[in-house]
């Protein structure tokens, strides 16, 4: 696995940037459809967490059958193993490794399903994801290596799925360093990019009213803030497009404060609200 934090070798053309998001993620399914049938075909694909395995699939495979493996993947037990996990499980799960709610077994099948163990230099689409080094306190991104295991090291959510071990480094989620990894993409060479935001950066905030809330609305003001800036530092003469999710792809905050990660039952509607939206937007923007 080979990992760094600087820059790498110009990589030009239009790139594909995926963000965060957790089951948010099925967002990007639609997007993606909805670019490739309006004939965009990426160079780069760069991702952070679920944007990473989603990123992965659509770097790993023909234009032709990459809708059809996210949805197999989305819909897949394997999916509702990740995402929708009852509390019995969960805590059991979080009683034997002390650290996290969930297993990583189900996101490692659903995604070795998909692209089998390839390595990252060897997609036909040049692609990168993040995660978060313990040790380094840093921003690492993968660009070579087996691209299952840095798929697991960008969705690593802390809580949810344990750090992940490579070498001699432990990993956490990609999105506590860069969510919305726009200006890797910019810094690679991308002269057009299109990001897929899951919609949360849509859903308005409000000041944190119980303890539990503390932390999901730093963490989005922290998010948030670095696309905004990244965006606001795009260099003349590249060319961005934020895909819509769609009215309604994004929750509201609930009663308690919280985005629910475990909603899986929204999924195919995600997916087609996200589909249409996007398609629209590309009719005149492409």
Avoid at 55 to 65: N, Y
Avoid at 121 to 147: M, T
Avoid at 152 to 181: C, E, F, K, T, W
Avoid at 199 to 218: F, Q, Y
Wanted: aromatic letters at 4%.
């Amino acid at each position: 696995m080979t990992a760094g934090t600087g820059g790498a070798a110009k990589a030009g053309g239009t790139a594909v940037v995926l963000g965060g998001g957790g089951v948010l993620g099925a967002v990007q399914v639609g997007q993606i459809a909805a670019l490739l049938n309006a004939g965009v075909r990426p160079d780069l694909v760069v991702g952070t967490s679920v944007g990473a395995l989603n990123g992965a699939v659509l770097a790993a495979s023909d234009p032709t059958e990459v809708a059809e493996r996210l949805e197999t993947v989305w819909r897949s037990p394997d999916a509702a193993a990740v995402f929708g996990t009852g509390p019995v499980a969960r805590l059991r799960e979080l009683a034997r490794t002390g650290t996290a709610a969930h297993s990583p077994e189900p996101l490692r099948r659903a995604l070795a399903a998909q692209v089998g163990d390839r390595l990252i230099e060897d997609l036909p689409v040049r692609f990168q994801c993040c995660a978060a080094s313990i040790e380094d306190a840093a921003e690492v991104w993968f660009d070579r290596g087996p691209l299952v295991e840095a798929v697991l090291a960008s969705s690593a959510v802390p809580g949810l799925l344990p750090p992940v071990q490579l070498d001699d480094r432990h990993y956490l989620d990609g999105g506590l360093v860069n969510s919305i990894p726009l200006g890797r993409a910019v810094e690679l060479g991308a002269r057009r990019v299109f990001v897929l935001q899951v919609g949360r950066i849509d859903t308005p905030l409000r000041p944190p009213r119980r303890p539990w809330e503390v932390a999901m609305v730093a963490f989005e003001i922290t998010r948030r803030h670095r696309f905004a800036r990244d965006l606001a530092e795009v260099p003349d003469g590249v060319e961005v497009h934020v895909l819509p999710a769609g009215v309604g792809a994004a929750p509201r905050w609930d009663s308690r404060g919280t985005l629910r990660y475990r909603d899986v039952a929204g999924i195919h509607q995600r997916i087609e609200t996200a589909r249409q939206a996007s398609a629209e937007y590309l009719e005149t923007a492409v």
